[in-house]
């Protein structure tokens, strides 16, 4: 079992800039990935980004390419979301999430553990 913890929400304006941060603990492998979802009022929870947490392979969705950077410290055992360019549709509650694979990212229900959310709001 993985728990994760994250935190970096906050308000920004249009344009600005957060860093999200989740906290990694348990049992991870090389071949595990980290993801980050977020879920809007009302709407799905959808894929953001993932990484593997070895290492040599990240994933994004299209609305967040060129804008969204993830990355990881293994020495810090932590994940993070680097978000620049924000526009009031990124307002969510962001989620990081563990995956023993890293085969289909994308997809929900691959992630066994979850964090318990981080808002983010952008204004216009």
């Known amino acids: 079992q993985v728990q994760l913890v994250e935190s970096g929400g906050g308000l920004v304006q249009t344009g600005g800039s957060l860093r999200l941060s989740c906290a990694v603990s348990g049992r991870t492998f090389s071949n595990s990935a980290i993801g980050w979802f977020r879920q809007a009022p009302g709407k799905e929870r959808e894929f953001v980004a993932a990484v593997r947490w070895g290492g040599g392979y990240t994933s994004y969705t299209d609305s967040v390419k060129g804008r969204f950077t993830i990355s990881r410290d293994n020495t810090k055992n932590t994940v993070y979301l680097q978000m620049n360019s924000l526009k009031p549709e990124d307002t969510a509650v962001y989620y990081c999430?563990?995956?023993?694979?890293?085969?289909?990212?994308?997809?929900?229900?691959?992630?066994?553990?979850w964090g318990q959310g981080t808002q983010v709001t952008v204004s216009s």
């Open positions: 999430a563990a995956s023993p694979f890293t085969t289909t990212v994308a997809v929900s229900t691959t992630y066994h553990d």
